[in-house]
């Protein structure tokens, strides 16, 4: 009965998780049409690094096992806009595949949810659905890096700061000069390993498939 609930509210939450993905797919739609027809500004924001002027605010420590703590001023924003129709492709590019990735996660965790109290979990569909979504998690670690290439090369060709320069992307942060701009690049770490996890529990509910199998055929 314990069990039963627990699917039922699993249920209720995916379920009401894919109606709010839709919304939030709409409502981006609807933005990005607002704003190619002129009622709004596209705004973007990347994360970057600097050495600046100003020194680094040097921590006096009260324990001998505190060595050289030290309050460093050294992250920022960029922000801007643009009207140019190729950003708005390529913002509206990112959008769709990041809602669809979301929503694809969810029909297939939902479906899962459904096999789950319909079946038995250990069915041969819910590895096929398991994968897939450790294979999406996978490859949301290359897309991050991708995009984060394709926004770099778009600011360093169109936005100008003056007295800087932005930084080469193979130098290291912490090594850029008091002059340049470091762009920081993402590369979802996190989705890599969630979907390495998810493939080992992928692996053992095939196993367990395999194993439900003899136990059937020897009934």
């Keep these: 009965m314990k069990n039963n609930l627990v699917i039922r509210i699993l249920e209720w939450v995916t379920n009401l998780a894919l109606f709010a993905s839709i919304g939030i797919a709409l409502f981006v739609a609807v933005s990005l049409v607002f704003t190619v027809s ?27 096992i505190i060595d050289d703590p030290k309050i460093k001023i050294d992250k920022g924003v960029i922000q801007f806009t643009s009207s140019s ?31 789950i109290r319909s079946n038995h979990p250990f069915a ?26 394709v926004y770099r090369s778009y ?18 942060s912490n090594n850029i000069n008091k002059n340049e701009i470091w762009l920081n690049l993402e590369l979802n770490i ?24 003899d136990n059937d055929s020897i009934l």
Excluded: C
């Design 124 to 149: 041969t569909e819910n590895v096929r659905r398991i994968k897939y979504i450790a294979f999406i998690f996978i490859l949301i670690s290359p897309y991050s890096l991708i995009k984060s290439l």
């Design 38 to 64: 002129g009622e709004g500004e596209l705004i973007s924001a990347w994360d970057i690094e600097v050495r600046e002027q100003l020194a680094d605010f040097h921590v006096i420590p009260e324990n001998a």
């Design 190 to 213: 996190q989705a890599l390993l969630m979907g390495i996890v998810l493939l080992v529990i992928a692996e053992v509910f095939r196993v367990g498939v395999l194993i439900k199998e």
């Design 85 to 115: 129709i190729s950003y708005y492709i390529l913002k509206s590019v990112d959008a769709v595949i990041e809602i669809l990735a979301v929503i694809l996660i969810i029909v297939l965790l939902r479906n899962t949810v459904y096999s």
């Design 155 to 172: 600011i360093v060709h169109n936005i100008d700061v003056a007295g800087k320069e932005f930084a080469n992307i193979f130098s290291l």
